[in-house]
């Protein structure tokens, strides 16, 4: 989990080079609230540098994702990827399956769970996510 404010100390931290590619997607990851599609993350970098190429954002993610300082979350109805920072306070959200609306869940239901599963299996519990999809007011109240 990411808890440093410096781009620099977090590539040292996990063992990552420091390149410019990278510090353009942190700085991403860490400005957007909501989880962002790799291809929103790609039109935010090329207004920093038009040069950057959608195959590394999605390298640049997968290795922020294996190293954990990226959280990827995927919405199975769209066979889609979101991608955000993995911080301490961490977010859950409900989906809609149609209109893709994201809505973060106020608190986080599970922390008491994972007490008991540690009890239960003797994991070392690092983290974890939660994403419930439905379909929001004004979708379900359309005529499908």
Same mark, same amino acid.
């Given at each position: 989990?990411?808890?440093?404010?410096?781009?620099?100390?977090?590539?040292?931290?996990?063992?990552?080079?420091?390149?410019?590619?990278?510090?353009?997607?942190?700085?991403?990851?860490?400005?957007?609230?909501?989880?962002?599609?790799?291809?929103?993350?790609?039109?935010?970098?090329?207004?920093?540098?038009?040069?950057?190429?959608?195959?590394?954002?999605?390298?640049?993610?997968?290795?922020?994702?294996?190293?954990?300082?990226?959280?990827?979350?995927?919405?199975?109805?769209?066979?889609?990827?979101?991608?955000?920072?993995?911080?301490?306070?961490?977010?859950?959200?409900?989906? &809609?399956?149609? &209109?893709?609306?994201?809505?973060?869940?106020?608190? &986080?239901?599970?922390?008491?769970?994972?007490?008991?599963?540690?009890?239960?299996?003797?994991?070392?519990?690092?983290?974890?996510?939660?994403?419930?999809?439905?379909?929001?007011?004004?979708?379900?109240?359309?005529?499908?």
């Amino acid at each position: 989990m990411v808890k440093s404010s410096d781009n620099g100390e977090i590539f040292k931290e996990y063992g990552i080079k420091n390149t410019k590619q990278r510090n353009i997607l942190l700085d991403i990851l860490k400005e957007g609230k909501d989880p962002l599609t790799a291809e929103e993350i790609f039109l935010k970098a090329r207004k920093v540098d038009k040069h950057i190429n959608l195959s590394t954002i999605y390298r640049t993610l997968n290795i922020f994702v294996s190293k954990n300082i990226a959280i990827k979350l995927n919405l199975e109805q769209e066979n889609k990827s979101m991608f955000q920072l993995n911080i301490m306070d961490h977010d859950h959200y409900i989906i &809609c399956v149609s &209109c893709h609306k994201k809505v973060s869940i106020d608190h &986080c239901p599970i922390i008491g769970y994972e007490y008991f599963m540690k009890e239960r299996t003797d994991f070392d519990i690092i983290g974890h996510k939660l994403e419930i999809y439905g379909y929001c007011p004004k979708c379900k109240n359309r005529d499908i």
